[in-house]
């Protein structure tokens, strides 16, 4: 098992920025990939970043590609969201997840966050 902690949400305004961070324990050498995901109100869950944890080969949402940029940091099992320029319609709960698969896509992450709020003013 794997267990993710986010950290980092908040409040900010419209062209500001905000870091979040995810703490992984448990059987973290079994992971794969981590992400981040979010889900704004009355809207789906979407696929945001992700990173190859051996790699560090990074995917992006057309959405945040150029404002956001995810990194980790194998050594203390952290994943970081760093958001610049961002805009209201990036207001949703984000999530931190992890899998275990051999070929990492954005729908077999199994291991979830309890999300962080981000809240983007006009």
């Known amino acids: 098992q794997v267990q993710l902690a986010e950290s980092g949400g908040g409040l900010a305004q419209a062209g500001g920025s905000l870091r979040l961070s995810c703490a992984a324990s448990?059987?973290?050498?079994?992971?794969?990939?981590m992400g981040w995901f979010r889900q704004a109100p009355a809207k789906e869950r979407e696929f945001v970043a992700s990173?190859?944890?051996?790699?560090?080969?990074?995917l992006y949402a057309d959405l945040v590609k150029g404002r956001f940029t995810i990194s980790r940091d194998n050594a203390k099992n952290t994943l970081t969201l760093q958001m610049n320029s961002l805009k209201p319609e990036d207001t949703a709960v984000y999530y931190c997840?992890?899998?275990?698969?051999?070929?990492?896509?954005?729908?077999?992450?199994?291991?979830w966050g309890q999300g962080t709020q981000v809240t983007v003013s006009s």
């Open positions: 448990g059987r973290t050498f079994s992971m794969t990939a």
């Open positions: 990173i190859r944890r051996t790699t560090g080969s990074t």
């Open positions: 997840a992890a899998t275990r698969a051999s070929v990492p896509t954005t729908v077999t992450y199994e291991y």
